[in-house]
């Protein structure tokens, strides 16, 4: 059975950090790229950043210089760390594995989010 649990979500002031923490069961986790979502209210989830199972990674705009994504293999587990938060980083993060099967299928599986909130 394959888990993704999210940890770390709550109520910032703008300008603060915070850390997400995602860890993964069920999973041969060293072979998946590892993604974090966001989706505020209102609106359609959208990719926040991206780590590959050889580290490379992909940020969004919105949040590069702000936001770093990052991995540990041994303790299945993806991080997203969060600086200089702002109110439109407000939403439902969610934690995402994908891996693409020689076969050409994919296996996609979701956490169950956790909530950011910037306010002052």
């Known amino acids: 059975q394959v888990q993704l649990v999210e940890s770390g979500g709550g109520l910032v002031q703008p300008g603060g950090s915070l850390r997400l923490s995602c860890a993964a069961s069920g999973i041969n986790f060293g072979f998946y790229v590892m993604g974090w979502y966001r989706q505020a209210p209102g609106k359609q989830r959208e990719l926040v950043a991206s780590i590959s199972s050889g580290s490379s990674t992909n940020i969004a705009d919105s949040v590069k210089g702000r936001f770093t994504i990052s991995r540990d293999n041994g303790k299945n587990t993806v991080y997203l760390q969060m600086n200089s938060l702002k109110s439109e980083d407000t939403g439902v993060y969610y934690c995402?594995?994908?891996?693409?099967?020689?076969?050409?299928?994919?296996?996609?599986?979701w956490g169950q989010g956790t909530q950011v909130t910037v306010s002052s």
């Open positions: 995402n594995a994908r891996r693409r099967r020689v076969d050409g299928r994919t296996d996609d599986y």
